[in-house]
């Protein structure tokens, strides 16, 4: 929430956050497919001004994550890929984003959803959730 104690509990991440999360990783995967793969890719979620808040958002974030990145492991060569919530809700974000915004002459997709489906787990494979913040880590751009 916008105002929040110390004291909050964060047990899920709220909806927007998820969908932001899943745009990030799809825009990983379409830069990988414009050939940038080399180009560094973050994401900079700011919710919270406490410490104990931030590394439960980390915690939960970084649970989130994993379960998109299992469910592309296990079933993104597929071809009931969409059968997974997980890469359903990609989809939907792709769908959104992404499909139209994509178009070229002609009103083909630059890059098609299954082209996005084959690539995406090797491009968000090596993602990391890493909290910054003055009792974590400092965020190293060169690994």
Known sequence: PIKHKIEHETYQLPDSLMFALRAFLLSRAIRNLRGQSSSH????????????????????????????????????????????????????????EYAEVGRVEGGETKFKWEEIQ????????????????????????SN
């Not at 990145?69 to 989809?91: G, Y």
């Not at 494979?125 to 400092?138: D, G, I, T």
């Open 118 to 141: 084959e690539s995406i787990f090797d491009s968000i494979a090596s993602a990391k959730v890493v909290e910054v913040n003055s009792r974590a880590n400092e965020l190293d751009y």
């Open 41 to 96: 890719c973050s994401m900079l979620v700011n919710a919270s001004r406490f410490t104990r808040v931030q590394s439960q958002l980390k915690n939960r974030l970084h649970e989130a994550l994993e379960r998109i990145q299992n469910a592309l492991r296990v079933n993104s060569s597929s071809t009931s890929a969409l059968m997974d919530p997980e890469i359903k809700a990609l989809f939907d974000v792709w769908y959104t």
